[in-house]
């Protein structure tokens, strides 16, 4: 098991960063779409603590990250200091499926769509964290099954499936 973490400042500019920093912890052994998933999940959740927890908060207000990389699992946590809200109501009445064309409200149910578990709590430092648990087969273990296309094109299929509506978030 490998734990790396990250902090930033509540800046949105700072997504790039992060993105950069997740791929300087790409392990071999996970397939590229589910790390292109994971990428997307990343930025989904960085947004909403930026956006939404910190909105009425100082830029330099700090989001912490971390990523856990396990044989066959990740989890990412993404702590932010603002003043919650009520995960379970939201997962409730969250529709299956959002219009690509609308201008938020797809975060919530990209995370679902990606996450294996999600969760969002109060920790005990009064910050709140979003869970993410991310299931996988690693590569090493499906090196004899069929393909018919590499791992960075599945990837690359799951993001543009995200972003040009053929999964109608």
């Known amino acids: ?3 790396f973490r990250l902090q ?6 700072q997504l790039e960063t992060i993105l950069r920093w997740l791929e ?8 590229r779409s589910v790390w292109l998933e994971l990428q997307t999940a ?24 971390e990523v856990v990389l396990s044989r066959g699992l990740i989890t990412l946590r993404i702590w932010d200091c603002g003043p919650g ?11 299956d499926h959002v219009s690509v064309h609308a201008e938020s409200g ?13 969760s969002y709590t109060l920790e005990p430092d009064n910050r709140h964290c979003l869970l993410l648990e991310k299931r996988y087969i690693p590569l090493s273990q499906v090196q004899d099954l069929p393909r018919s296309g590499s791992a960075d094109n ?16």
């Open 154 to 169: 599945l990837g690359t299929s799951f993001l543009n499936c995200v972003l040009c509506g053929v999964w109608d978030f």
């Open 106 to 118: 797809r975060g919530f149910c990209i995370l679902r769509k990606v996450a294996d578990r999600l």
């Open 85 to 95: 809200f009520d995960f379970d109501a939201l997962m409730v009445t969250l529709p």
């Open 24 to 31: 300087d912890l790409y392990d071999p052994s996970i397939p």
């Open 8 to 13: 930033v400042l509540s800046d949105a500019s």
């Open 42 to 65: 990343v930025g989904e959740g960085f947004d909403n603590a930026v956006r939404h927890a910190h909105r009425n908060l100082p830029a330099s207000m700090p989001v912490e990250l």
């Open 1 to 3: 098991m490998k734990s």
